[in-house]
């Protein structure tokens, strides 16, 4: 089984930071794409950020220029840097991970984290 353990979520004023962070740990080989993506309330689920293993990464349009999306391979981990934040960032913001295991050697699979809160005051 796999688990992905997110944190740094909170509350933070308009034009502040914050730096989320998510750890993978259990039955993984390997891990493809780490991605964050963000749910506010009565709207979809939205990519904000997702990275390659080799380090490429893509950002929402919203997003380009404020965040910026790192991983540490060795330690399973992906981060999310978040500066000059808006109130329409506010959302619950979930970690996503496509990862090979031993359940199925011929795709990956997803796993999601628990989601943290980011709220982003006027």
């Known amino acids: 089984q796999v688990q992905l353990v997110e944190s740094g979520g909170g509350l933070v004023q308009a034009g502040g930071s914050l730096r989320l962070s998510c750890a993978a740990s259990?039955?993984?080989?390997?891990?493809?794409?780490m991605g964050w993506y963000r749910q506010a309330p009565g709207k979809q689920r939205e990519l904000v950020a997702v990275?390659?293993?080799?380090?490429?990464?893509n950002y929402a349009d919203s997003v380009k220029g404020r965040f910026t999306i790192s991983r540490d391979n060795a330690k399973n981990t992906v981060y999310l840097q978040m500066n000059s934040l808006k109130p329409e960032d506010t959302a619950v913001y979930y970690c996503n991970a496509e990862y090979w295991g031993p359940l199925d050697p011929t795709r990956p699979a997803p796993a999601w984290g628990q989601g943290t809160q980011v709220t982003v005051s006027s």
């Open positions: 990275i390659t293993s080799g380090g490429t990464t």
């Open positions: 259990g039955s993984i080989f390997s891990i493809d794409d």
